[in-house]
């Protein structure tokens, strides 16, 4: 048990929507990163936010966005659903210092399958 | 740019059995984190091990067993007495700091059979 929540667990959406992924970090954790994974493909990084601002960005379109609230909640936001954007997310909390490496705990995840 | 490369896709051992799984990293970085996670089917990925790039001291921990080397750009997980419920996909991950980055390895899956 990380103490990380998602929902919904599982999502159906119609290619071009726009669907809303939410996520709720360890209590005191000050930052959230969120990845796609494929599957049978390891996790990829979509980005990160720290205090509420983002930190880091992998590979994605803009179409991907998110927020971080000050409740350690989060959410990731997809424009324009595409037949690839099919995977599952994840997000993951961490408490980061500067010096000091982030050890993720992660949720469980939420399928999203674009038709 | 960093990468993790788990060349064992697929292993499968007979319970009881030891079991390595190799993992090799490329990073310009001298400061850096490597991590191995545990995805059971229920597909949430449960953190094993964190190990900083100026600690080369391997790490035992009941039957798992790391093994950090530098020198060749290695971080493997072995498993001792494998059990059915190590059954799993594991990843070998790796965090480059101020990078605000963390690669994954494609994962190994790891079949333990009674």
């Known amino acids: 048990e990380t103490g990380v929540t998602q929902s919904p667990t599982h999502l159906i959406k119609t290619r071009g929507q726009q669907v809303t992924l939410r996520c709720s970090s360890q209590?005191?954790?000050?930052?959230v990163s969120w990845y796609q994974q494929a599957l049978g493909q390891g996790p990829q990084f979509i980005f990160q936010?720290?205090?509420?601002?983002?930190?880091g960005r992998g590979n994605f379109p803009p179409r991907f966005s998110g927020l971080q609230f000050p409740n350690y909640s989060s959410e990731l936001n997809v424009n324009a659903l595409e037949l690839d954007d099919s995977a599952l997310y994840l997000c993951?909390?961490?408490?980061?210092?500067?010096?000091?490496?982030?050890?993720?705990?992660f949720g469980p995840g939420t399928r999203l399958l674009v038709l | 740019a960093q990468k993790v490369t788990q060349a064992q896709t697929e292993i499968s051992v007979v319970e009881k059995e030891d079991v390595t799984l190799d993992c090799v990293y490329e990073?310009?970085?001298?400061?850096?984190?490597l991590f191995w996670y545990k995805q059971p089917p229920s597909g949430e990925l449960v953190f094993l091990i964190r190990?900083?790039?100026?600690?080369?001291q391997n790490e035992i921990s009941g039957r798992y067993s790391w093994n950090f080397q530098k020198s060749t750009s290695s971080f493997n997980f072995t498993i001792t007495a494998s059990q059915v419920v190590d059954s799993a996909v594991y990843f070998c991950?790796?965090?480059?700091?101020?990078?605000?980055?963390?690669?994954f390895g494609p994962g190994t899956r790891l079949s333990v059979l009674p």
């Open positions: 993951a909390s961490s408490f980061y210092t500067t010096g000091s490496g982030e050890t993720q705990y």
């Open positions: 209590s005191g954790h000050n930052t």
């Open positions: 936010y720290y205090r509420e601002e983002e930190n």
């Open positions: 990073t310009r970085d001298t400061t850096y984190y």
């Open positions: 190990r900083n790039s100026f600690d080369e």
């Open positions: 991950a790796l965090e480059v700091l101020y990078g605000q980055n963390f690669v």
